[in-house]
């Protein structure tokens, strides 16, 4: 077990295995306290403590068994104290000195500034000012964290690729990230009219970074979150980070948030680490009910498909407004030729998608086995269950409705929807999975 600590302390500070054997041994075999002491003393060695020099005795001449050594004793003391009697040597009084001790530079200086240790020190760096959301310091990059603890010494090539690749592994995702404040991102989301998400993470989570390595590194996420958000991330302990907390109370972290940028409401949030599965099956299920939240346009029925009532009904309004009057009530009872070619387009095109939803019919194909030329997809029917099946990559589209009107009863008879980031999968049957983007896709099936 101590071998284990010892090696656990050398691969971070890169010491000497004695050095670390006596900071571990002077803090009780804790890691944690050995490292906190190693970095405050940068890295300097513990040694036994230094002897206390000897000194002479000035009364070592004087000998025990006189019987005049008590008085012999008390006139040295006397004569080295006050020069006794036959001596006029008396020490001088202390003259006053008045001098500045610090100075107002000097002092602003020397309290003002950070401990240069911590300050250096990325997991402390967290309190810089600057509008960046999470600064790749606030991660720890232990190659540059060896160096300014250790006085830039050198490192083997292979201890720097090691921690050049750690420090890659759970960078950021910079390339899908905006670079601003909150306000700013939000006017941003406005404008474009996206939703804001916002990723707060505590770098002493350790499952903050593993969203860095396992989530936001995905293409698929990165496809769609940058198509419908605009996408923030911030430490805890940064100055957005807590603004973000005052208006955005959070429990735990990892915390993902959709904000209304409209509004600046939290409409969604997720206390939890996700898999990319599972994330792009709850973003898609959030976008899908907020589009089908929108209130379709109503659509004005013609004068020849108005009943003999209704145009009773119509004229009688027509005749007891003014002109003005008069007309708006003729554009509101009978629709424009650009309003009928826009409805019949509509309707043509909803017969087409039925038509071809019906020449599809149910077969449950063999599920594939190997992962390399299959991908996993996953439907979340009405009920909220889940089915999970593979498919090959250059299956066509139409396999999957063929596939969901054999395992879902009421598909044959009913019309039904597969959506994936609101694009209606039944206008690419013919493309094959992998063209369509649907690898690895979590689709919501809708009854019509």
């Known amino acids: ?38 970095f405050e003393n940068s890295g300097a060695p513990l040694g036994p403590p230094e002897p206390i020099p000897e ?74 000012s600057s509008s960046n959301p ?36 759970f960078r950021p995702p910079f390339d899908m990230m905006y670079q601003g404040d909150f306000e700013h991102a939000r006017n941003f989301a ?29 293409q698929a996420v990165k496809d769609v979150v940058n198509e419908s958000f605009v996408f923030l991330q911030y430490g805890s302990e940064s100055p957005e980070g807590k603004r973000y907390v005052t208006y955005y109370p959070i429990e735990t972290y990892p915390h993902v948030a ?37 209130q379709p346009t109503t659509k004005k029925p013609k004068v020849a498909d108005m009943t003999e009532e209704e145009q009773l009904n119509a004229a009688i309004a027509a005749s007891l407004g ?14 424009s030729p650009a309003e009928t070619q826009e409805v019949d387009e509509e309707a043509i095109e909803e017969e087409r998608q039925a038509s071809v939803l019906d020449s599809i019919a149910a077969n449950k194909r063999d599920e594939p086995t190997d992962p390399k030329t299959s991908t996993r997809i996953q439907l979340r029917l009405p009920d909220g269950s889940r089915i999970v099946r593979r498919f090959n990559k250059t299956d066509p589209v139409r396999y999957i409705f063929e ?36 690898e690895n896709s979590a689709i919501n099936f809708i009854f019509s």
């Open 1 to 38: 077990m101590e071998d284990e600590k010892i090696s656990n302390f050398c691969a971070v500070t890169s010491c000497n295995p004695d050095i670390a054997q006596s900071y571990l041994q002077v803090s009780d075999w804790n890691v944690e306290t050995a490292l906190s002491l190693y």
């Open 55 to 128: 000194t002479t005795n000035p009364y070592s001449g004087l000998n025990d068994d006189d019987e005049d050594s008590d008085e012999a004793l008390a006139r040295q003391l006397q004569n080295e104290q006050y020069g006794g009697e036959q001596s006029d040597n008396v020490r001088a009084p202390i003259a006053p000195k008045t001098d500045v001790l610090v100075g107002d530079d000097s002092f602003e200086h020397t309290f003002s500034r950070p401990n240069p240790i911590l300050y250096r020190h990325p997991v402390f760096n967290q309190g810089d």
């Open 134 to 169: 999470i600064a790749p310091e606030a991660f720890r990059n232990f190659e540059s964290e060896m160096e300014s603890l250790q006085g830039g010494r050198s490192h083997s090539p292979a201890t720097s690729d090691k921690t050049r690749r750690l420090a890659d592994l």
């Open 190 to 218: 406005k404008d474009n009219k996206k939703w804001l998400m916002v990723n707060l993470q505590d770098p002493t989570e350790f499952a903050c970074q593993v969203m860095n390595r396992d989530l936001w590194s995905e």
């Open 258 to 294: 959709i904000i209304d940028a409209r509004t600046g409401e939290r409409v969604k949030a997720w206390n939890m680490q996700m898999s990319a599965s599972d994330f792009l099956m709850n973003v898609t299920e959030f976008l899908e009910s907020k589009a089908n939240q929108k």
């Open 322 to 335: 003014n002109n003005a009057g008069n007309n708006e009530a003729s554009s509101s009872a009978i629709e």
């Open 403 to 438: 596939f969901v009107k054999a395992e879902v009863s009421e598909a044959e008879t009913r019309p039904f929807e597969l959506v994936y980031n609101r694009q209606q999968l039944i206008d690419l049957i013919d493309k094959d999975i992998k063209d369509a983007g649907l």
